[in-house]
């Protein structure tokens, strides 16, 4: 399928980047097509991938700022305070939720961490947002498609590996209310959520 729905939110993700911010860490980071747009902006970027075929693809293109390493980041001692900007595109579904906690404290003060989920559909609100994506769907990836036949089609051929979700919506929203005080989060319209917080700027501050 020529439409990548996490690439489509890339401009959304990267609006989600505080003002100066100098460091990031971008997990389940793929072939680092967003990483990139990160050092694109003068930030540094730690991108985190497990699967060697991704990083190996990524590395194959390499680029100031970006540093690829091919990590398991649920294994990793991150350090306390360092990162400006934590991204986690349709990745943290691979892993327990509760490392949202190991990425809260990694986080910087007033740095944000940004992740783009995935969930599974269970409820009939699940099936109507799901329902009213479809044609948007069809109509961006005919778009997409007839691009590509005219400009050729994008590099970058490596997928990483896919897993469905496990947890709903409403679950999400639950787990990240005990480990994400102050935490935003709302459906977006191709099978994801938009979850963010921002870690207070001084502590016992709201996030």
């Known amino acids: ?26 997990v389940g980071c793929g072939t680092g097509r967003f990483a990139r747009r990160l050092a694109g902006l003068g ?26 390493l091919c990590a398991d980041v649920t294994r990793m001692e991150l350090p306390a305070g360092r990162y400006d900007y934590i991204s986690c595109l349709a ?8 490392t949202v906690a190991a990425f809260r404290d990694a986080l910087a003060p007033g740095g944000v961490l940004a992740v783009l989920g995935c969930y599974a559909e269970r409820t009939a609100v699940d099936f109507a947002w799901s329902l009213a994506a479809v044609p ?5 990836r005919v778009v997409v498609a007839a691009g590509e036949r005219v400009g050729g089609p994008r ?48 502590p016992g501050s709201p996030g």
Do not use: C, Q
């Open 136 to 140: 948007v769907n069809a109509v961006a």
């Open 91 to 98: 990745s943290l579904h691979h892993m327990p939720f509760g």
């Open 43 to 68: 930030i540094e970027v730690d991108a985190v991938d497990p699967a060697p075929e991704v990083i190996e693809a990524a590395s194959s293109a390499p680029v100031d700022g970006v540093r690829f």
């Open 1 to 26: 399928m020529p439409f990548n729905h996490n690439d489509h939110y890339h401009p959304a993700m990267a609006r989600l980047v505080p003002e100066g911010a100098r460091t990031a860490l971008d």
């Open 155 to 202: 590099a970058g051929s490596v997928r990483a590996p896919v897993r469905p979700p496990d947890m709903s919506f409403t679950e999400v929203r639950r787990e990240a209310a005990s480990l994400l005080p102050g935490f935003s989060l709302r459906r977006l319209l191709f099978w994801r959520y938009l979850l963010t917080y921002r870690k207070p700027a001084t």
